[in-house]
């Protein structure tokens, strides 16, 4: 993508013209908070999922940082339309993104004036390997999850991307296509950017975010449709072997939406040889409902870009 619109301090700006300073604050200390979001083509048109949920996360992320966004919640869902709108795109992944820009340098950012900006794109198959025959292949990662005691791990900071980056590329040079994180206590907390479910008798488990797990609004949008259509759902530790003997297993997250996992340290998932199980499909056909705007229950989720 080189062509388009960025939402940038207030103002739409050609694509290259969104830059910022080499001595950027964010970019030396990683003093920045960022949201991923979906807009999707529904039954009455473009539609942004969760916008008020994300924006408001992105306030909440940047609270730990001692942020002023500078810009009211409404303020940042009407600039994420205005963005959509800008770029002509029915479908896409929109990234707002606020950190501590260019003025003094050294730890301490609060000198510095924050900058927000908001982009969007076209994003496909986010985690390669995840198809309808056999699920995406995972590793558990040398890399422990942060520990919450070092970092705000309730926020969504750029900082704390560079702990999953490690994992993802330690996993994809073992010839994987995702890691899964363990805490500091040896228990699952998630993948490198997405939320684990395991499916056990029809029951749904993940683990809860008091372990360092983000709280994802995807994960809360497979909890709330679940829940609703039935199937139990817990939140509980889970150790790594459990998810050996799990008979499914799926990661969330607004990227990778519902991907299936099908082989976890070269142990395939389940009794079908890593293929998609019952409960994930039956997730993904309903959660794919929701976004599309088909299912009356969660179409206050929507926002309209019109």
Same mark, same amino acid.
């Given at each position: 993508?080189?062509?388009?619109? !960025?939402?940038?301090? +207030? /103002?739409?700006?050609?694509?290259?013209?969104?830059?910022?300073?080499?001595?950027?604050?964010?970019?030396?200390?990683?003093?920045?908070?960022?949201?991923?979001? =979906?807009?999707?083509?529904? &039954?009455?048109?473009?539609?942004?999922?969760?916008?008020?949920?994300?924006?408001? =996360?992105?306030?909440?992320?940047?609270?730990?940082?001692?942020?002023?966004?500078?810009?009211?919640?409404?303020?940042?869902?009407?600039?994420?339309?205005?963005?959509?709108?800008?770029?002509?795109?029915?479908?896409?992944?929109?990234?707002?993104?606020?950190?501590?820009?260019?003025? $003094? %340098?050294?730890?301490?950012?609060?000198?510095?004036?924050? /900058?927000?900006?908001?982009?969007?794109?076209?994003?496909?198959?986010?985690?390669?390997?995840?198809?309808?025959?056999? +699920?995406?292949?995972?590793? @558990?990662?040398?890399?422990?999850?942060?520990?919450?005691?070092? %970092?705000?791990?309730?926020? $969504?900071? @750029?900082?704390?991307?560079?702990?999953?980056?490690? #994992?993802?590329?330690?996993?994809?040079? #073992?010839?994987?296509?995702?890691?899964?994180? *363990?805490?500091?206590?040896?228990?699952?907390?998630? #993948?490198?950017?997405?939320?684990?479910?395991?499916? $056990?008798?029809?029951?749904?488990? @993940?683990?809860? @975010?008091?372990?360092?797990?983000?709280? +994802?609004?995807?994960?809360? /949008? &497979?909890? #709330?449709?679940?829940?609703?259509?039935? !199937?139990?759902? !817990?939140? =509980?530790?889970?150790?790594?072997?459990? *998810?050996?003997?799990?008979?499914?297993?799926?990661?969330?997250?607004?990227?990778?939406?519902?991907?299936?996992?099908?082989?976890?340290?070269?142990?395939?998932?389940?009794?079908?040889?890593?293929?998609?199980?019952?409960?994930?499909?039956?997730?993904?056909?309903?959660?794919?409902?929701?976004?599309? +705007?088909?299912?009356?229950?969660?179409?206050?989720?929507?926002?309209?870009?019109?």
């Amino acid at each position: 993508m080189t062509e388009g619109k !960025i939402w940038f301090n +207030g /103002s739409l700006v050609d694509y290259d013209n969104a830059t910022i300073h080499v001595l950027t604050h964010g970019l030396h200390y990683g003093t920045g908070v960022f949201e991923g979001i =979906r807009c999707y083509k529904t &039954v009455n048109g473009s539609m942004i999922f969760r916008l008020q949920d994300h924006m408001q =996360r992105l306030i909440d992320s940047g609270k730990a940082y001692f942020m002023d966004l500078g810009f009211s919640r409404q303020q940042l869902e009407q600039a994420a339309i205005e963005t959509v709108r800008a770029n002509g795109m029915e479908e896409c992944y929109v990234r707002p993104i606020a950190f501590y820009g260019y003025g $003094k %340098m050294g730890v301490n950012p609060m000198p510095n004036k924050v /900058s927000v900006a908001i982009a969007a794109w076209k994003w496909d198959e986010y985690i390669k390997g995840s198809g309808e025959e056999k +699920g995406a292949r995972l590793m @558990t990662s040398s890399w422990a999850r942060l520990d919450p005691r070092s %970092m705000p791990m309730h926020a $969504k900071a @750029t900082a704390n991307y560079a702990n999953s980056a490690l #994992a993802r590329v330690e996993a994809i040079k #073992a010839g994987f296509d995702e890691a899964i994180m *363990l805490n500091s206590a040896g228990m699952v907390v998630e #993948a490198s950017a997405e939320n684990i479910f395991i499916v $056990k008798d029809g029951a749904l488990a @993940t683990p809860p @975010t008091s372990v360092g797990a983000l709280g +994802g609004i995807t994960r809360d /949008s &497979v909890i #709330a449709i679940a829940q609703a259509n039935g !199937i139990r759902c !817990i939140e =509980r530790d889970i150790a790594r072997d459990e *998810l050996y003997f799990a008979d499914e297993v799926f990661l969330t997250g607004t990227a990778a939406e519902i991907k299936p996992v099908g082989e976890i340290d070269n142990r395939n998932v389940g009794r079908d040889g890593g293929r998609p199980g019952a409960v994930t499909k039956q997730l993904k056909t309903l959660f794919e409902a929701a976004v599309h +705007g088909e299912d009356e229950k969660f179409k206050s989720w929507l926002t309209p870009i019109r």
